[in-house]
């Protein structure tokens, strides 16, 4: 079999010599012919004329022989691109149309998997990454929390499916010394294994020891590579030196690569890492109803998730038997680290990547119909090529080399979109999705686009081929070059109807992604963030270790700043919209106290005086805080709306007020509620309604008023610039202690802004889908219209000779356009009936089944379509009569 494909290949090879060879010996076969004829008694014509029939056609002849000896594809090949450039040079606009329309299908389809890849498809840059999970625990009211220590602890102990497991807990503070301006930093604080679990080699230095990884240990600290270049210059000898964090002298025993990618490179969280076992005395750290770390491990290979998830379960059940009073209820879920990387991008993602692909489709549509039409054109053309001996699969061949050569230039010119998408997407990308900043156009990308214009010149060429190499030799030649009516006109109407179909669809879902972000910006987020900026403010451990410390810092701060010129409140907080949130259980008014477990959840903020008239959160009963709610005054706390609603179900607001709430885990003191505020969004305009509860910070437990105190938000509400305000701040800050550094300096406006980035972003990459979408519908629908008028010029002519009116012609056109419409729109809204479920997750107060979208989308299809067959109708209905009664 080899050898035979061999012997073809060479033969293909040295195609001039065989050529010759052929041609010599055919010839001899017919001179040989032509002499038994002449000794017949014909003349040399009539022997010569005779011994051609009777040879059956050279051309014939030689293709067959061609076909037997070797590869006539591979030999033909040339010819063929030879002759689909000049037919592509001939029919220059056509081939300029069709070139823009895969250019711009291929390119977006390029683009969108450029994302899918770098997103889901590639691994972490870790070893095995595929191996690499977070646990974290499961109850009833928190399906998703993170890890009691003593339970990571058994975990690690008991496990049978781990390799490895480690703890992390999310740390931050001030970096300063070195002879550089104090900075703030996040990093995380982890067990020793951290670094091995994820297989992560350092480029300087070491990994914590043991020893280091215990209470009492030495203070050491891994640096990553941004911080090294920022505070050291990449200086080798910055392992070994000490620095100041949070006040306290640690030792740089190593710097991370400039590729170490945990949670993504923007994730301000990978500063710095310090040992976790130093923070074992902790209480928080020794209590299994506090569930502080997050844990990272590594399955052993062979190893499935399934059977990784088993083993956790049963451990979370033994701890459940060992420690009821803690762990009753308790499960543990085990997710891949991409997987909780990405979060919710995927589903994004696979709407995306399937509008792109809808898009190409309707190209591929577009273009089968217009090669369709010239395809008609050429009907002559192949006539002959038939009749002088061309067989109909060379003319195939032919045919879609033609469509392929097409393909590949629209690819090209697709590959070159996609590469400036690709950096757009790259650039433009809100900073809440992941792994973005790793969207290039490498190999395996243009890979998957050198695939898709192969797979792309197949869809659309193969219904042309067959259509035009199917002609009636006897029919065309009938014609004997008078022009010859196309065939085919119910598989290009089929194809407009399927083009519908496919556009509605797509213009559906990006619909209702574009109600549901009306929705959204219509949504009130409870509060007033015009002229409100916030900030974040660190005191450093090591020299505030006391409350008393603490708390006369803030307050000198407090009134420094509401004496800036131009501030106009200003409040402190643990937690400001759109940042940092805590949960807290509690026992509503009213209820039995439950299992910390099973207890009702609330978001839980310590704030200042004047907190909500900062952040203009309206007041519905009672008062807000004042000076007076200090500690050692009685207990009081600030509900909103939903909180009344769902634990106080029935009672006017003013009943609320005088109700007692009880926080679990704060001192446990009953507090009286003494105002009800609007309720507020405080993740996300579009998170699910959740009951707040606001505490004084005055009143807040010592051990947690130290914890919160050294590390609160600030909220200012100013009638002056916020650069202004923020260098005033930054000013008086300064002059109180210089190293004192502010962190996510913003306004609430532009969180807010940030907050509905990524719904945004995948709001416009649609509406560019749907724009192209539709764009290609009508020049196909014109393109089917105009070809048909083209074709019923006569028939017109002698309608309107007959008595018809040029609004009855323009009707006729229009009613049949509009007919091809009419199918395709429903069959269109059939199948967004039917796919509406998989884009519901995207959705913000919109149903999937939403009326109004549908109704709008087809509406304006039925516009746009009926304007798209008016102008051939127009055409049409001006037709001169004489002209078109001597057309044929």
Request: with cysteine.
């Amino acid at each position: 079999m080899l050898r035979r494909l061999l012997r073809r290949v060479r033969a293909a090879l040295t195609s001039t010599r065989a050529e010759r060879d052929l041609r010599d010996e055919l010839q001899l076969h017919l001179d040989l012919q032509t002499e038994q004829f002449l000794r017949a008694g014909m003349t040399p014509a009539e022997a010569r004329a005779a011994a051609l029939r009777e040879f059956g056609g050279l051309e014939q002849a030689r293709e067959a022989c061609r076909d037997a000896r070797g590869l006539a594809v591979l030999r033909e090949l040339p010819q063929d691109l030879r002759y689909a450039g000049r037919m592509l040079r001939r029919d220059f606009g056509l081939t300029l149309v069709v070139m823009t329309t895969l250019g711009v299908g291929i390119g977006a389809n390029t683009a969108l998997f450029s994302v899918v890849d770098a997103v889901l498809l590639k691994p972490l840059p870790f070893p095995d990454s595929d191996r690499l999970v977070i646990l974290k625990e499961q109850t009833a009211s928190r399906p998703n929390r993170a890890v009691a220590f003593p339970d990571f602890l058994d975990w690690r102990a008991r496990t049978s499916a781990f390799e490895d497991m480690a703890a992390a807990l999310i740390v931050g503070g001030v970096l300063s010394g070195d002879g550089v301006d104090a900075e703030r930093v996040f990093g995380r604080a982890v067990t020793r294994e951290f670094f091995a679990t994820l297989g992560a080699a350092l480029a300087l230095g070491r990994t914590f020891t043991a020893d280091e990884d215990q209470p009492g240990g030495a203070r050491v600290m891994v640096i990553s590579h941004a911080v090294w270049l920022r505070r050291y210059g990449g200086d080798r000898r910055a392992v070994g030196r000490a620095t100041s964090y949070n006040g306290e002298s640690h030792t740089i025993v190593g710097v991370l690569p400039e590729t170490f990618d945990y949670y993504g490179r923007t994730n301000a969280n990978n500063d710095i890492f310090v040992p976790l076992g130093q923070l074992k005395t902790q209480s928080y750290m020794q209590r299994r109803d506090s569930s502080p770390v997050l844990v990272l491990a590594r399955m052993k290979a062979g190893v499935t998730l399934e059977r990784a998830r088993a083993d956790l379960s049963a451990l979370a059940a033994s701890l459940a038997q060992e420690h009821p009073a803690t762990n009753g209820g308790v499960g543990a879920t085990v997710t891949p680290l991409l997987e909780d990387y990405v979060g919710d991008m995927r589903l994004a993602l696979s709407v995306l990547l399937g509008a792109s692909w809808l898009l190409l489709t309707i190209a591929c549509v577009n273009v089968a119909n217009l090669l369709l039409a010239r395809a008609s054109s050429r009907r002559q053309e192949i006539a002959v090529r038939l009749a002088l001996g061309a067989r109909r699969g060379r003319i195939v061949r032919q045919l879609l080399t033609e469509s392929l050569l097409l393909s590949s230039i629209g690819g090209a010119l697709g590959l070159f979109l996609a590469w400036i998408a690709a950096g757009w997407l790259a650039q433009s990308a809100p900073i809440a999705l992941s792994r973005m900043e790793e969207v290039v156009l490498d190999w395996r990308v243009v890979l998957f686009g050198a695939a898709t214009t192969t797979i792309t010149g197949l869809a659309f060429g193969i219904a042309p081929a067959l259509q035009t190499s199917g002609v009636e030799l006897q029919q065309v030649m009938r014609a004997s070059g008078r022009a010859v009516s196309g065939g085919g006109k119910r598989l290009r109407e089929a194809l407009v109807v399927g083009q519908v179909a496919l556009c509605v669809a797509l213009l559906i879902a990006t619909g209702l992604l574009v109600r549901s972000f009306q929705r959204l910006v219509e949504q009130d987020p409870g509060y007033d963030p015009a002229n409100v900026v916030t900030m974040r403010l660190r005191l450093p451990d090591a020299r505030y270790r006391t409350r008393e410390q603490v708390l006369p810092v803030l307050d000198a701060l407090t009134k420094r700043i509401a004496a800036i010129p131009g501030i106009d409140s200003v409040s402190l907080t643990s937690g400001v919209p759109l940042g940092r949130r805590s949960d807290q259980a509690f026992v509503p008014p009213g209820r039995p106290a439950e299992r910390r477990d099973r207890a009702p959840l609330a978001l839980t903020q310590w704030v200042g005086p004047g907190y909500h008239q900062t952040l203009g959160i309206g007041v519905l009963a009672g008062r807000t805080f004042t000076a007076a709610d200090r500690a050692g005054a009685a207990p009081v706390a600030i509900v909103d709306d939903e909180f009344a609603r769902r634990y106080l179900p029935g009672r006017e607001l003013a009943a609320v007020l005088g109700q007692r709430v009880r926080l679990l885990g704060d001192g446990e003191v009953p507090r009286e509620i003494v105002g009800v505020v609007r309720h507020i969004h405080h993740s996300s305009l579009e998170e699910d309604s959740r009951a707040e509860i606001y505490i004084p910070f005055d009143q807040a437990e010592p051990t947690w008023q130290l914890e919160i105190g050294r590390a609160m938000d600030i909220a200012v509400r100013s009638g002056v610039a916020a650069e202004a305000v923020v260098s005033g701040i930054r000013a008086a800050i300064r002059a109180f202690d210089p190293e004192l550094p502010l962190s996510h300096v913003t306004t609430l406006e532009a969180a807010l802004d940030r907050s509905m980035g990524a719904r945004l972003f995948n709001l416009v990459l649609l509406l560019v889908f749907g724009g192209a979408a539709l764009l290609l519908c009508v020049v196909g629908i014109y393109g089917v219209v105009s070809y048909s008028v083209s074709q019923r010029t006569r028939e017109i002519g002698v309608r309107m000779t007959l008595g018809a009116r040029p609004e009855d012609v323009v009707r006729m056109i229009v009613g049949r356009g509009l007919r091809m419409v009419l199918l395709g729109a429903a069959g269109g809204a059939i199948s967004a009936l039917m796919l509406a479920r998989l884009i519901e997750g995207l959705l913000f107060g919109v149903r999937a089944r939403d009326p109004i979208t549908f109704a709008s989308v087809l509406a304006l299809l039925t516009i746009v379509a009926a304007a798209a067959s008016y102008l051939p109708a127009r055409r049409a209905a001006g037709l001169d009569l004489a002209a078109a009664l001597r057309q044929d």
